[in-house]
């Protein structure tokens, strides 16, 4: 039996009216992604914001316009990553908006951290890029470390166990479990726990139910992500207005390779676009066929 989770009611109209606005932004940051630190940290946040605004209009994400946000996110998470991990050539190039970009290659940056580099693994997921998800898993979890300053630790234990899942590694299940024993509140150290425990916790758990092939626990734990990313961004009238509150990006991420691995999803909501969770768009993707590490549609 399907589990219908509600997502909680957005004014489409006032946020509608932000779009045109948040979008010349964005297209700002892209002019100088190829050079500067400072575009491609706001393209990084503004990219993801205007998927997440997008998908309050159409919270199953089946227009075009809002799969092409969500692509674009993708691309922009992807790309600055890559910018990092090729010490050996002066530039990269990438494909961001139907245009070939040329990026100069960096050292460590403030905005590339284990948690953007988790939201970069989650984007490709959804958007089935593979080839992507081959170049994220490849980044030393060292690199991430001397990115992002001190985090707290679950992070850099969630980042190796998603690389060890994508890789295929025979250390999955010991990082799985140690990604579990940090991720709780009394480790929270820069999150605080009610973060720790609704929003970062949950993806963790979903996986280790994926893993085991446990059908029935997989859908009530997505369906336990779900209700809890609600009740985090619905806690005070502050958290209410916050964009990211839109979309459950890390229990859609896992709920997609749960999908692509052949474990049927019994779950609805508003925070799960339906076109995003079934790959509606195949075919209208510049995502490529990567190696034969993890699996996807």
């Known amino acids: 039996m399907t589990v219908i989770v509600p997502r909680q009611d957005y004014r489409k109209d006032k946020v509608a ?9 964005l297209s700002q940051a892209l002019e100088g992604i190829e050079t500067s630190h400072s575009s491609r940290s706001d393209a990084v946040m503004e990219s993801l914001n205007v998927a997440l605004v997008r998908t309050v209009a159409d919270p199953g994400s ?10 674009l996110a993708m691309q922009v998470h992807s790309a600055v990553f890559a910018a990092t991990n090729a010490p050996d050539r002066e530039t990269i190039t990438c ?17 590339l951290s284990a948690h953007t580099w988790i939201d970069a693994f989650y984007l490709a997921v959804i958007c089935r890029d593979t080839a992507g998800l081959d170049m994220l898993t490849r980044i030393p979890v060292s690199l991430l470390r001397a990115f992002g300053g001190r985090l707290d630790e ?20 010991a990082h799985l479990v140690r990604a579990v024993n940090l991720c709780v509140p009394d480790q929270a150290r820069t999150l605080d726990g009610d973060e720790m425990a609704k929003l970062c916790r ?6 280790h139910r994926f893993l085991r092939r446990d059908i ?9 992500a779900l209700r809890q990313h609600k009740d985090y961004w619905t806690a005070d009238e502050d958290r209410k207005v916050v964009i990211h509150g839109v979309v459950a990006i890390g229990p859609l991420a896992i709920a997609c390779l749960a999908k692509a691995n052949g474990l049927p999803v ?9 076109a995003l969770l079934h790959f509606a768009w195949r075919g209208e993707t510049d995502a490529q066929p990567g190696s034969d590490a993890g699996v996807l549609e």
């Open 17 to 25: 009216a932000v779009v045109p606005v948040m979008e010349e932004s």
């Open 62 to 71: 089946f227009m075009l316009e809002t799969w092409e946000s969500w692509r």
């Open 266 to 274: 019994e779950v609805e909501s508003g925070h799960l676009p339906e």
């Open 154 to 173: 679950y992070a850099y234990a969630w980042v190796e166990t998603l690389q060890s899942f994508w890789l295929r590694r025979d250390d999955l299940r």
């Open 202 to 207: 949950p993806p963790i758990m979903m996986l």
């Open 95 to 111: 494909r961001i908006r139907h245009e070939e970009r040329h990026l100069a290659t960096t050292g460590p940056q403030p905005y």
């Open 216 to 224: 029935t626990g997989f859908n009530e734990s997505l369906a336990d």
